[in-house]
């Protein structure tokens, strides 16, 4: 994900970068327009306060001509000027940056809504710090750009323009001089970032380590603690910790023993050379003020200067990351969420299979098919069971029945109608998914088996008494509305299963789909899951892969997958009779191992 944009060349992640930046803002161009005009009428009456005081030496102080109401005219307008120019300034930061947030705020919303409509495919090969990170800090970078570009670089260029312009009006051959310090001014600020850019570098890196650090140590404290590896853990915190700080430190030393004296040397010298320059003429009354005003240019020549030049690489940084925030909303969409494709019709044929799969074949990569040539009906309110060896097959049928990757058109059916032909909406109310981890949310056991669908109390209580939860849920102190703890850690694996299976069923589907739902759980939940299913018998088909085969020796049908091809089909009865068959050699051995 991260490659394929960095691999990109500058112009193209810049240009990607500006139209991001421009979608982003479009809402608030006027804010927009209002906040560069005002920067450069604040820009243009910093550089006009000078003059005015070039203005009052020359023609008033120095030749003794105290006309004093023009004296105080020009006074005034010195100071009025300033404090406008502040006081525009101080609007056009206020609005600026309400414009940069809200553009932050909109642009994450796009990406995390972009992100949650991502087809399954993109999320095995995303790594999940990464897209964290695209959501978060990438799109902060969108900030960055508009402090950078719009406040800094505009802000300084205009001062910086301005005032070489007035200088020229006011000593061509001085401002010639003050021009020799561009060369100079980037010189230093290269060799300072050359020389501190180590120091930032491991600081970032050093800072994500100490991140990283936190989570883990978080993630993994039952087994951190049970290997009394507190203090070694706490130890190399403070270590990474330290190093931090260092690092930090070799930044700032950089900048106070390095940039900042090499740049105040450059102005004395400066001052030095345009006094000295002075010196040598003829100096009448009128060059009086004229140096008054170089000297006070001065001083607002270098800061910009050094701002521009700093800028740069905070700016690169910023335009690669927009332009990764850029790639990611780039990224194509799962089909069923295209809301440009026709409406499905409403209903399916009454009396077709709820799942009719013919000659499906799937492979994650081109010419490596993991399913080879299935076909299977499975009977409306049937009760099916799937079974095979580990990497047979039985995830990645289940990933296809979900429309987590796209099948062959045709190749699956449900209730009589093409996959891919079902509207999302309708798709998700009529499957219904326990997964092999049960996902819980660090939230209310009713806010987790709702699932932000707006569920009646007596739905839930309904979907929890059908999955044999009801009675754990009402003897936990606050009932449905007691929180579980992150992932649920309040419970035990076979309640949290319990949720998840109240969950699927609160949905009220028509197809109830159970990935490995009992291997993590004990025989007597696994007792309270098998009831739970045949009580839906029935009225509700289900399609179950089980690794514990006693979960689906009550089923219709089971299924054996064997390397992607289903090798054998039937009752338990039936397939305990197929002597050497693989179903029999699996029980037996489960038998054995009990
Ligand atoms: N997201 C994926 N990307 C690429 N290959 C995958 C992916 N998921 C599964 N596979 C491959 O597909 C094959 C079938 O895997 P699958 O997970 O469907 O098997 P399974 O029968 O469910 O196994 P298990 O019982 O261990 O869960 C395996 O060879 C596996 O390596």
Same mark, same amino acid.
């Given at each position: ?251 700032? /030393?950089?900048?106070? &023993?390095?940039?900042? *004296?090499?740049? +105040?040397? @450059?102005?004395?010298?400066? %001052?030095? =050379? ?83 799969? /013919?000659?499906?074949? &799937?492979?994650?990569? *081109?010419?490596? +098919?993991? @399913?080879?040539?299935?076909? %299977?009906? =499975? ?96 003897? @936990? ?118």
């Amino acid at each position: 994900m991260q490659s394929d944009t960095t691999a990109k060349a500058m112009p193209a992640q810049a240009a990607q970068a500006i139209g991001l930046l421009r979608r982003a803002a479009q809402p608030d161009r006027r804010h927009l327009l209002w906040a560069t005009l005002w920067l450069i009428l604040a820009a243009g009456l910093e550089v006009i306060g000078p003059i005015l005081g070039k203005a009052l030496i020359d023609e008033h102080l120095l030749p003794r001509h105290l006309d004093f109401p023009r004296m105080a005219m020009l006074l005034g307008a010195m100071l009025v000027s300033g404090w406008i120019a502040s006081w525009l300034r101080y609007l056009q930061l206020v609005r600026l940056s309400g414009l940069a947030m809200r553009s932050v705020q909109r642009l994450r919303e796009w990406v995390f809504g972009h992100v949650l409509r991502l087809p399954m495919a993109f999320f095995d090969r995303a790594i999940t710090g990464q897209l964290i990170s695209r959501v978060t800090n990438d799109t902060e970078a969108v900030k960055t750009l508009y402090i950078q570009v719009l406040f800094v670089i505009l802000d300084s260029s205009i001062v910086l323009v301005g005032t070489m312009i007035a200088m020229a009006w006011l000593d061509w051959r001085l401002m010639l001089i003050v021009l020799a310090l561009v060369p100079a001014v980037v010189v230093i600020v290269f060799v300072y970032q050359r020389l501190s850019a180590p120091a930032v570098t491991r600081a970032r890196a050093l800072r994500s380590d100490i991140n990283g650090q936190i989570a883990e140590s978080i993630g993994g404290m039952s087994v951190l603690q049970a290997n009394n590896a507190q203090e070694r853990f706490g130890a190399r915190f403070g270590a990474t910790n330290e190093a931090h700080y260092k690092a930090r430190l070799a930044e700032l /030393r950089a900048n106070a &023993f390095l940039l900042r *004296p090499a740049l +105040d040397l @450059l102005n004395v010298i400066l %001052l030095a =050379v345009v006094i000295y320059s002075f010196g040598r003429r003829e100096m009448n009354a009128l060059e009086v003020g004229v140096l008054y005003a170089f000297i006070s240019y001065i001083a607002r020549v270098v800061e910009p200067m050094i701002q521009i030049t700093m800028q740069f690489s905070g700016l690169q940084q910023a335009v690669v990351a927009t332009a990764r925030v850029s790639a990611l909303l780039g990224e194509a969409g799962a089909p069923e969420h295209d809301s440009g494709r026709a409406p499905p019709p409403a209903v399916g044929a009454p009396d077709a299979p709820a799942v009719r799969i /013919r000659d499906l074949s &799937f492979g994650y990569a *081109p010419g490596q +098919d993991v @399913l080879h040539g299935l076909n %299977l009906d =499975v009977p409306q309110g049937a009760f099916f069971g799937i079974v095979g060896h580990t990497g047979s097959g039985k995830s990645t049928l289940l990933s296809l029945l979900l429309r987590y990757y796209p099948s062959r058109p045709g190749a699956i059916e449900v209730h009589g109608q093409p996959l891919a032909a079902i509207g999302n909406e309708r798709f998700r109310s009529e499957v219904g998914l326990v997964p092999q981890d049960p996902f819980l949310l660090a939230a209310s056991a009713r806010e987790n088996i709702d699932m932000g669908r707006g569920l009646s109390q007596q739905a839930i209580e309904t979907a929890a008494r059908a999955a044999h939860a009801h009675d754990f849920i009402a003897a @936990l102190e606050d009932g449905y509305d007691t929180p579980l703890g992150e992932s649920g850690s309040r419970l035990s694996t076979g309640q949290k299963q319990l949720i998840a299976i109240a969950r699927a069923l609160a949905g009220q589907p028509r197809i109830l789909l159970l990935d490995e739902a009992t291997s993590h759980i004990d025989s007597a939940t696994e007792q309270v899951v098998q009831e739970a299913l045949n009580e839906l018998r029935g009225r509700v088909t289900i399609i179950a892969i089980a690794h514990r085969l006693s979960t689906i020796r009550e089923a219709d049908r089971i299924v054996v997958l064997n390397h992607g091809r289903i090798s054998e089909a039937g009752s338990h009865d039936e397939l305990m009779q197929v002597d050497g068959g693989l179903y029999q050699r699996l029980y037996l051995l489960q038998q054995l191992a009990a």
